[in-house]
């Protein structure tokens, strides 16, 4: 019975001791004692434990006598604190390794759920985002592994092995995303040339031939020309009540009913003609004011490297003056890019090109797309002419804001609509799309 109320007392001793340190103190122990003794495994430190407590239930040894020589030189730590220090280092060492195996050991469950999901998987959207989720949680598990843990070196290899598969499952979510915007394109009657950028103000972005340049970017290149507006108008403090002559040279066939005669408009009005009402004349005197080498400086400058402005635009018939020369480029991708960045005021006026986009005079896409649907439209620019039909606009679904652009030729209005609203009923039901 002394025996074991010797025990009880170590133990509870080593209970306060270990309750009494918080988890860096406990890292901090169980670092010097793994470096300095031979345990190796979380049963090796086991044994040792078993062996200390047992040491620490024997009897103390009586102190020796004092001599002139210990009292000159400092005498060695009692052993029974040397043992209870030891012990101390042992429990604390325990406790990582617990951790450590405990979270290894669901790292290694999760991945298992992954292959396994895999295997089953039917290649949906939704399947392939399993993977990929178990992929990510399996990770977390490995990076809570303390590093001064036996299985560190375990987990660093097991890591580049996840991080791996992760990456691959990535690239299948985002393969099974194009796969499903091909389908719904198909289904939708757009052609094999149709290009569709989809994303979220966080930037998850999927697409389907976003990267390549339609054939034309009809009025869907005043957006560019409308971001540099703002980028000037806000660098050189320039006030959007300036007027500007509007030249007869760059009048041609318009949908505008305020820019008729050459005379001075003020900058806004010209902004707001060329996107609310697609003006072409507005569009061809705001080119001039801002110089197409600035347009596309700025553009480059932030990154777009297919989007371009080298020529005016025109009617059925009427060529501006001094038109320009070459094409008009941009992408699906770097179109909705800009949206995203206007959507998230990244650039500069982007309060008011939202209210003008909001005030945009067609609906016949976009906006009539989404009625009947549960996303909110908040804004749009469509552009048009006889080689391609686009859009690009701005949802909200359940409060979260996402951009879509969708461009083709040979397709009507009717096709692009269908289009738009599968999309975004596919992203009401599976927000994480």
């Known amino acids: 019975m002394p025996e074991f109320r010797r025990f009880l007392s170590i133990a509870n001793k080593m209970a306060a001791v270990v309750a009494g340190i918080g988890l860096v103190q406990m890292l901090t122990i169980a670092s010097s004692f793994s470096q300095s003794s031979s345990p190796r495994s979380l049963d090796e430190l086991y044994k040792t434990r078993d062996r200390l407590v047992t040491e620490l239930e024997q009897p103390p040894s009586p102190s020796p006598e004092p001599t002139l020589l210990s009292r000159l030189v400092p005498v060695a730590a009692n052993p029974q604190e040397q043992l209870l220090?030891?012990?101390?280092?042992?429990?604390?060492?325990?406790?990582?390794e617990q951790r450590a195996k405990d979270d290894l050991q669901?790292?290694?469950?999760?991945?298992?759920?992954?292959?396994?999901?895999?295997?089953?998987?039917?290649?949906?959207?939704?399947?392939?985002q399993q993977t990929q989720f178990l992929w990510h949680q399996a990770l977390n598990n490995l990076q809570e592994v303390p590093q001064n843990s036996f299985l560190a070196s375990l987990t660093a290899s097991k890591t580049k092995e996840y991080r791996e598969n992760l990456?691959?499952?990535?690239?299948?979510v985002q393969q099974a995303k194009s796969d499903f915007l091909a389908e719904v394109a198909r289904e939708s009657g757009l052609s094999e040339q149709a290009s569709i950028g989809v994303c979220n103000l966080s930037r998850e972005c999927v697409h389907l031939r976003g990267d390549v340049p339609p054939v034309s970017p009809a009025s869907l290149i005043k957006l560019p020309i409308a971001v540099a507006l703002m980028q000037k108008v806000a660098k050189e403090k320039i006030s959007l009540n300036q007027e500007v002559f509007v030249n007869g040279g760059n009048f041609t066939e318009d949908s505008s009913t305020q820019i008729l005669s050459p005379k001075?408009?003020?900058?806004?009005?010209?902004?707001?003609?060329?996107?609310?009402?697609?003006?072409?004349?507005?569009?061809n005197q705001l080119i001039d004011y801002l110089g197409?080498?600035?347009?596309?400086?700025?553009?480059?400058n932030r990154g777009y490297q297919v989007t371009r402005v080298n020529f005016k635009l025109m009617g059925e018939k009427i060529m501006p003056s001094n038109p320009g020369s070459g094409p008009n480029r941009l992408t699906a991708n770097e179109l909705t890019e800009m949206m995203v960045q206007i959507y998230n005021g990244e650039t500069p006026g982007a309060k008011l090109l939202i209210e003008t986009l909001n005030r945009q005079y067609d609906h016949a896409l976009g906006f009539a797309a989404l009625e009947g649907t549960k996303a909110q439209w908040l804004g749009e620019k469509t552009g048009q002419n006889s080689l391609v039909l686009g859009t690009t606009l701005a949802m909200s679904i359940d409060g979260e804001a996402y951009v879509m652009t969708v461009?083709?030729?040979?397709?009507?209005?009717?096709?692009?609509?269908?289009?738009?609203?599968?999309?975004?009923?596919?992203?009401?039901?599976?927000?994480?799309?």
């Open 106 to 128: 669901q790292a290694v469950r999760l991945a298992n759920r992954a292959v396994e999901t895999k295997r089953q998987q039917n290649k949906s959207i939704e399947s392939s």
């Open 264 to 283: 001075n408009y003020p900058l806004h009005l010209l902004l707001e003609e060329m996107i609310d009402r697609s003006s072409n004349t507005a569009t």
């Open 85 to 96: 220090q030891q012990l101390q280092a042992v429990e604390a060492q325990i406790l990582v």
């Open 167 to 172: 990456t691959l499952a990535t690239s299948q």
């Open 292 to 300: 197409a080498d600035y347009i596309n400086q700025f553009l480059d």
């Open 407 to 433: 461009i083709d030729t040979r397709s009507g209005d009717l096709q692009m609509r269908q289009s738009i609203s599968k999309i975004a009923d596919y992203i009401v039901r599976n927000p994480s799309f």
